[in-house]
């Protein structure tokens, strides 16, 4: 008793699949922390996550609160509508967490967050610098000078529907969730990956893994060749997944075809699946911008 934080920042990463939520002191060292699977219904996942929070401030002052969520969100208003979260559309998280919590809250695109949050983990300084998270969907965040880089009227740049030139044993299967034919995240996301190879992206065979790794290496390929970034981070399960083998050959497709432009260095990520959850305690304690 007494030695813990008298007040605490909570980060919220609100998956499709899992949430989890974490407590931090001012420095961002995380004090508790708590996961679960996240419920189909919007009343049930908001009712869980006030319970989450609850739990790992333990009774503590909550002075600001930040969450990373899946696009499309209003960041300014704080409403979101993740697109693999049918049942969440147009939900005015800012707005209910703050009546909530009385105390701040921030929440941003979840590609951004984890961007934010694996920069300052590890990569501060570098200037144009691109975090691509491969899980259940794709996205991407890109920082300059440490800045989130945000499109015409705060659109978010969505990087995986872009369409590619790919190569898959079963062209019909791939369709992507936005509604275009051809995009990459049909490709190489866990959600695409299961469409056309009937299975996880754990069971792929090395044939599979290298038919997802020439396509991602040609959206990497358009992704340097259109924002020439210094560093290219990849991260989320299906990355983290493949592992060095995944992103060395995609490294080589991409540089192989890029022609005019330098090939930006391409790393995994060394945060694993608590990328975004980092964030949204930077962006607890500090905000966006
Ligand atoms: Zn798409």
């Not at 399960?237 to 391409?266: F, N, Q, S």
Request: with cysteine.
């Amino acid at each position: 008793m007494g030695v813990d934080a008298e007040r605490v920042y909570v980060g919220l990463d609100i998956g499709g699949t899992k949430l989890m939520v974490a407590a931090a002191d001012e420095t961002g060292r995380i004090l508790r922390r708590v996961r679960a699977s996240t419920p189909p219904g919007l009343d049930d996942g908001l009712t869980l996550l006030h319970q989450m929070i609850a739990e790992v401030a333990e009774g503590t002052h909550v002075a600001g609160i930040g969450a990373a969520v899946g696009g499309p969100l209003d960041a300014r208003q704080g409403v979101v509508s993740p697109l693999h979260q049918p049942h969440w559309r147009d939900v005015p998280l800012k707005t209910l967490m703050e009546a909530r919590w009385s105390c701040p809250f921030f929440v941003d695109v979840d590609t951004n967050v984890a961007a934010a949050g694996e920069y300052a983990a590890d990569r501060a300084g570098v200037p144009r610098f691109l975090y691509l998270t491969l899980s259940t969907g794709m996205g991407g965040g890109f920082l300059i000078d440490g800045k989130i880089y945000r499109g015409s009227r705060d659109a978010h740049p969505e990087v995986a529907h872009q369409a590619i030139p790919f190569r898959c044993t079963f062209p019909e299967r791939v369709t992507c969730e936005c509604g275009a034919p051809d995009c990459l995240e049909a490709l190489v996301s866990g959600n695409g990956i299961r469409r056309i190879y009937g299975k996880a992206a754990e069971h792929l065979s090395d044939t599979e893994w290298s038919e997802v790794a020439y396509n991602l290496g040609q959206g990497l390929r358009n992704i340097a060749t259109i924002y020439a970034p210094d560093l290219i981070i990849l991260g989320g399960g299906v990355a983290v997944g493949g592992g060095e083998m995944l992103i060395g050959e995609a490294t080589r497709v991409m540089t192989r075809h890029l022609k005019l432009v330098p090939a930006p260095d391409v790393r995994l990520s060394q945060l694993g699946y608590d990328t975004a959850l980092y964030g949204a305690l930077l962006i607890a304690r500090q905000g966006l911008d």
